[in-house]
Structures are given as C-alpha cells and as structure tokens.
C-alpha cells in the first residue's frame, strides 16, 4: 500500500551524511512523523528542531534532487553555491 514510504525516509535522511560544512553539523530531530492521506498517496509530514547556522531547506532540497537521480557532484556544488549566495562565505573554524 505504501510502496514509496521507505525511499521518502531514506531521502530525508540523507540528508544528514553530507554536512555542509566539516565545522558545521546539523542536528535535525524529528519531534513527530503525521501520516495523511491525499487521493493514492500517503504524505508524510515532519515536525523537526533544527539547530545549525543555516536553515535545513538546502538539506531536504539536496536529498530530493539526489534521490531523483541528478549527479551527485552537480547537485552538491548548487547547494554549495546557493548557501555562499545566501549567507555570504562559510566560516573555516568555529570561534567564540
């Protein structure tokens, strides 16, 4: 019945093997999963706490295009590129 719920998971998932930066890790915490029916399909909505520097959206944008077959060292290098545009350079070490 829910053919595609395994590879929806494995795609956000990996979201999490490539940080963006080796500095920088993300922590991303699903607080609930909520199932819901649309027609054939059944969604699947996550609640998460984040705690980054950064937004997660790139992450879940990455896993999508990746899971749909686009190269790996293209995709990468977008969201690379699209995060320097968005919030300038990333920093090499973490300083208090």
């Not at 490539?18 to 996550?46: H, K, M, Y």
């Not at 984040?50 to 899971?67: G, R, T, W």
Request: charged residues 15%; glycine residues 4%.
């Amino acid at each position: 019945k829910h053919d595609w719920t395994s590879e929806i998971l494995e795609a956000y998932l990996s979201a999490l093997e490539r940080p963006i930066s080796p500095e920088i890790f993300e922590l991303i915490v699903s607080d609930a999963i909520i199932p819901f029916q649309l027609g054939a399909c059944t969604i699947l909505q996550t609640v998460s706490m984040v705690e980054q520097m950064s937004i997660a959206v790139p992450n879940h944008v990455e896993s999508y295009l990746l899971s749909a077959g686009y190269p790996a060292a293209e995709v990468h290098s977008l969201v690379d590129r699209t995060l320097g545009v968005m919030h300038g350079i990333w920093p090499n070490k973490l300083s208090c």
